[in-house]
């Protein structure tokens, strides 16, 4: 019989932290969702968790750890918006590092036997030279976010060596499925689908040649799991080792959809990647865990869940 643990799941409303929930309760956790619904939403949340509305920078943050006890920590709150990042470095910093750091603090207090963060891909390698990118590519983010994430990952480095935190980092691609806001800092599968549902023409920004790894919220929230049972601790990245272009995934979903909405034409954003792509190989090996579902098949049923 598996041993069941308590969980505390930071960002559990959240579209990736919910799904990682669900999964949870699943496999026969007792779950505690952290979140303070500033980008999540009540209409996520597993009925059967235990929800906590907080800030993880908030002090009473030790109050949930000294009557829960969590034994495992899966930490996916976060400010996830790359260009407000941009336009405020300060704000992103105190949820993403202080956050983080408040978050990390109480882990080692308590004693949690692991911890799993959802880091980036994307915004930690920028335009790389090798595709699919492995882990032992060179980090330079470009981005105050994707600092804010490299900074918790070295930090998560400091707890375990000198306090013995087991840890692991999932490096995510371009996460894409059910629940995801298509409003707000939303992925370009949540924007395109529901405008092609609503009638309305999406809108390509540049080229439209740029490339992206889209991985399916399930397959990511498998990764996390896996990232529960094993004993290895490390970074790893959770993608498909494959680029698609944002004008492909537009033919896939008007195919889907069954819509002949011609895109609309923008400027291209300064600073954009113009190819993101994962190698996968580090979390088959260490993790056990792979991508199960194809492009096609993760679209439709987003977009099913969407109609």
């Known amino acids: 019989m598996k041993k069941s643990f308590t969980c505390l799941v930071t960002g559990g409303a959240g579209f990736i932290g919910s799904h ?44 949930v750890f000294r009557k829960e006890r969590p034994e495992a920590v899966f930490h996916f709150a976060a400010q996830i918006d790359v260009r407000k ?19 990390l603090e109480n882990c080692v207090k308590h004693k949690v036997k692991k911890v799993v963060f959802a880091s980036t891909g994307g915004a930690i390698y920028g335009d790389a030279d090798v595709i699919p990118t492995p882990e032992s590519y060179p980090a330079h983010p470009v981005s105050p976010y994707g600092v804010a994430k490299l900074s918790v990952e070295h930090y998560l480095h400091y707890y375990h060596k000198i306090f013995g935190l087991p840890y692991v980092v999932l490096r995510f691609a371009n996460v894409y ?29 540049g080229s439209g040649r740029q490339t992206r790894d889209f991985v399916f919220v399930g397959d990511a929230a498998e990764a996390a799991l896996k990232g529960l049972g094993r004993k290895k601790v490390g970074i790893f990245n959770v ?15 008007q195919t889907i959809v069954g ?12 600073g954009e990647q113009q190819k993101s792509c994962l190698a996968w190989s580090g979390a088959r090996r260490a993790l056990g865990w792979k991508p199960k579902h194809a492009l096609r098949e993760g679209l439709r049923e987003t977009v099913v869940s969407f109609q």
């Not at 669900?22 to 996520?44: A, Q, T, Y």
């Open 259 to 270: 819509s002949s909405l011609g895109a609309k034409k923008g400027p291209a954003r300064p």
């Open 177 to 205: 499925g059910p629940r995801q806001d298509p409003f707000g800092e939303a992925g370009v599968v949540a924007i395109f689908t529901n405008a092609l549902l609503s009638g309305k023409r999406p809108t390509i920004y």
């Open 20 to 63: 990682v929930a669900d999964r949870l309760i699943e496999e026969g956790h007792r779950v505690v969702v952290v979140d303070d619904l500033s980008s999540g939403s009540r209409k996520n949340l597993n009925p059967k968790a235990t929800f906590i509305k907080l800030d993880i920078q908030s002090p009473k943050l030790k109050e």
């Open 239 to 253: 993608g498909t080792g494959k680029q698609t272009s944002v004008q492909e995934l537009l033919r896939a979903l």
């Open 85 to 103: 990042s941009v336009q405020d470095p300060v704000a992103d910093a105190k949820v993403n590092i202080l956050g983080s750091l408040n978050l």
